[in-house]
């Protein structure tokens, strides 16, 4: 079955360093996005991908970096300048350049301590 | 000023209460997403809306390109239903903006 793979699901990490989290989809989508959800808000945009090789900051890309060398993946790096990074991270992927297929990953929780 | 407002924020509903979520905009949009988020954290998409009402199964979601507006019904509610739903719009063709969701409990 086609779909999105995030992982780890839960990911704890110390203050100051980087962390990157997987993002993997078998769907043939051309787009591919990063959001985070707090407590009490709407998903933000981080970062998003409509072809391989390029990508675009979102509402709140500060602190946060992407690659996307293969079509089927886009990690998210949470680096140390990123201020509040304990958040829940969801990967979703598009077809085309217009919204038809959107798809969500499951999500990967990450704790800063 | 979020784009998207949802209400309400949290309901409680007996388990066979028809349940409706309201999702008001303020921009003009290409679509509207009704999403659902379980506990875990993952979210699936129940409708794509551009005008009229959809159905599936004991949902049915339905939008108003006039006023902004779109509702998402659940009849016959069942604690599986138990979970956040969340409206999200599409401007542009290929940005969407989330409203900060409903959080479900249906109870036994």
């Known amino acids: 079955d086609g779909g999105i793979t995030q992982s780890p699901k839960y990911l704890f990490r110390k203050e100051g360093q980087n962390v990157t989290l997987s993002c993997e989809q078998n769907l043939n989508h051309d787009a591919m996005y990063w959001y985070r959800q707090d407590p009490g808000q709407g998903l933000r945009l981080i970062y998003y991908s409509q072809i391989v090789n390029d990508f675009q900051k979102g509402d709140i890309a500060e602190g946060y970096s992407v690659s996307r060398e293969k079509k089927e993946s886009f990690p998210l790096t949470v680096t140390s300048a990123q201020k509040n990074p304990t958040a829940f991270y969801l990967c979703?992927?598009?077809?085309?350049?217009?919204?038809?297929?959107?798809?969500f990953g499951s999500g990967t929780r990450l704790t800063v301590v | 000023k979020n784009e998207v407002e949802q209400s309400p924020q949290n309901l409680t509903a007996q388990e066979g209460e028809f349940i409706t979520i309201n999702c008001s905009y303020s921009v003009g949009i290409s679509a509207l997403h009704w999403l659902q988020q379980h506990p875990g954290g993952g979210i699936v998409s129940l409708f794509m809306l551009s005008s009229g009402k959809k159905k599936h199964g004991r949902l049915i979601a339905t939008i108003n390109i006039q006023e902004k507006h779109s509702s998402l019904h659940i009849t016959a509610s069942h604690p599986r239903d138990s979970a956040v739903y969340i409206c999200?719009?599409?401007?542009?063709?290929?940005?969407?903006?989330f409203g900060t969701g409903t959080s479900l409990t249906v109870i036994p």
């Open positions: 999200a719009v599409i401007i542009g063709g290929n940005q969407f903006y």
């Open positions: 979703a992927s598009s077809r085309g350049s217009r919204v038809v297929a959107y798809t």
